[in-house]
């Protein structure tokens, strides 16, 4: 009878442990009790709790701002992200993570820092081709844009890179076609820098109509 009795007291006292402890959800390596905490006085729950970047895929999404975007897979690993007709190639690993159903572009720059894609191509372009006092980027003349990291170390940006050619003067005499670049920060849709040919300063340049 005392063994009996002493059984029933160890399967109680077991059960009890048990309860303290909580249940865990199978593969997920938390607690009942842990997902309630997660998601108290936050408003966002376990979903956001949760949520992950994934590798870029092809396909059309929604920016943050609403805008259509379209992105497709290219070779060499590259990837071209395309917004308003304008489009930008990109060789860097891209990623892209939901928020509030709409996508969120990033990069991982080599600096370890991740820098978000807040300005689009076609935003890019026009304010690159403003300060290059140019009026369209065709790619079958010879224009092209690239999202790629540029400087070093601390400094590193993420930025589109605008290179273009354009009808000068040298003299005001000779005509000739000056290569011209321009870069534009993709986070504060700044320019970075713009750059010329040596010989710019002895050719004249005049505004596309």
């Known amino acids: 009878m005392k063994k009996v009795i002493l059984c029933f007291l160890f399967g109680i006292l077991m059960m009890g442990l048990v309860i303290a402890e909580g249940v865990h959800e199978p593969g997920t390596g938390i607690t009942n009790f842990e997902i309630k905490e997660a998601g108290q006085g936050t408003g966002q729950g376990l979903e956001t709790t949760l949520q992950t970047q994934q590798k870029v895929m092809a396909g059309n999404y929604v920016g943050e701002n609403g805008q259509q975007m379209k992105i497709q897979q290219q070779s060499n690993n590259r990837v071209r992200l395309e917004v308003g007709g304008v489009g930008a190639d990109c060789s860097l690993n891209m990623t892209q993570k939901q928020v509030q159903n709409k996508t969120v572009l990033e990069t991982k720059l080599s600096n370890g820092r991740n820098a978000e894609i807040k300005i689009m191509p076609d935003k890019a372009s026009e304010t690159a081709l403003q300060r290059l006092r140019i009026k369209n980027c065709d790619e079958e ?3 092209n844009i690239e999202l790629k990291e540029v400087g070093q170390g601390e400094q590193a940006k993420l930025a ?23 870069q534009v920060d993709a986070e504060t849709g700044e320019v970075i820098r713009v750059r010329k040919p040596w010989w710019a300063f002895l050719a004249s340049e005049s505004a596309e109509e």
Do not use: D
């Open 160 to 182: 589109y890179e605008v290179n273009t050619q354009r009808q000068s003067k040298i003299f005001g005499l000779f005509e000739a076609k000056m290569q011209v670049q321009a």
């Open 141 to 143: 003349e010879g224009c």
